[in-house]
Antibody, heavy 123, light 107 residues
Framework: EVQLVESGGVVVQPGGSLRLSCAAS????????MHWVRQTPQKGLKWVSI????????SYADSVKGRFIISRDNTKNSLFLEMKSLKTEDTALYFC????????????????WGQGTLVTVSS | EIVMTQSPATLSVSPGERATLSCRAS??????LAWFLQKPGQAPRLLIY???TRATGVPARFSGSGSGTEFTLTISSLQSEDFAIYYC?????????FGQGTRLEIK
């Protein structure tokens, strides 16, 4: 059974930093591109970042470019999102999501999502 | 970016009846569209990809149709577990974008 479990979400002050993690199981992690997506009641679901199955290729939404870094450790079946210079508008529920097809990068749907971890940026 | 617009925002339907949800893209996404549902506190669940292909384990009462800019998700006979929020998402163009959701509630 595929499982994605996010962690690391906390309350942090504006300008602060945070590292989110996503523990994956039930599939061959190093064969799949992974994504981060965030959700707020006001703005809905927004795609944040993508990393290829081998970690060599990444991309970011304009709103987080230069502040967030996506990475993965295929030896530990884990995905990460390093978040810096946090803003109040980064407050959201953050999901990791698995791309459906082996060795693809984007242009494919997500077949599994985690339940999310809540990040609150507030003074 | 491609804007995805779902309608209606809320749909009230009785169990056993049919529900029809719509999703419109601001430009063609061909058939690069997925539908998924989300319940409070749960992970989003994939229902449909390629606009009309049911994901593994999804009941046959769920069907998707459309191409280009107009898409429809139909649930033929609503079960209690189907009441949730439904989202469409395009994966044809960057950035990936989502509709704002349709809340399907019990009438």
């Amino acid at each position: 059974e595929v499982q994605l479990v996010e962690s690391g979400g906390v309350v942090v002050q504006p300008g602060g930093s945070l590292r989110l993690s996503c523990a994956a199981s039930g599939f061959t992690f190093n064969d799949y591109t992974m994504h981060w997506v965030r959700q707020t009641p006001q703005k809905g679901l927004k795609w944040v970042s993508i990393i290829s199955w081998d970690g060599d290729t990444t991309s970011y939404a304009d709103s987080v470019k230069g502040r967030f870094i996506i990475s993965r450790d295929n030896t530990k079946n884990s995905l990460f999102l390093e978040m810096k210079s946090l803003k109040t508008e980064d407050t959201a529920l953050y999901f990791c999501a698995k791309e459906a097809t082996v060795h693809t990068y984007g242009y494919h749907w997500f077949d599994y999502w985690g339940q999310g971890t809540l990040v609150t940026v507030s003074s | 970016e491609i804007v995805m617009t779902q309608s209606p925002a809320t749909l009230s339907v009785s169990p056993g009846e049919r529900a029809t949800l719509s999703c419109r893209a601001s430009q063609s996404v061909f058939t690069n569209l997925a539908w998924f549902l989300q319940k409070p506190g749960q992970a989003p669940r994939l229902l449909i990809y390629g606009a009309s292909t049911r994901a593994t384990g999804v009941p046959a009462r769920f069907s998707g149709s459309g191409s280009g800019t107009e898409f429809t998700l139909t649930i033929s006979s609503l079960q209690s577990e189907d009441f949730a929020i439904y989202y469409c998402q395009q994966y044809d163009n960057w950035p990936l974008t989502f509709g704002q959701g349709t809340r399907l509630e019990i009438k």
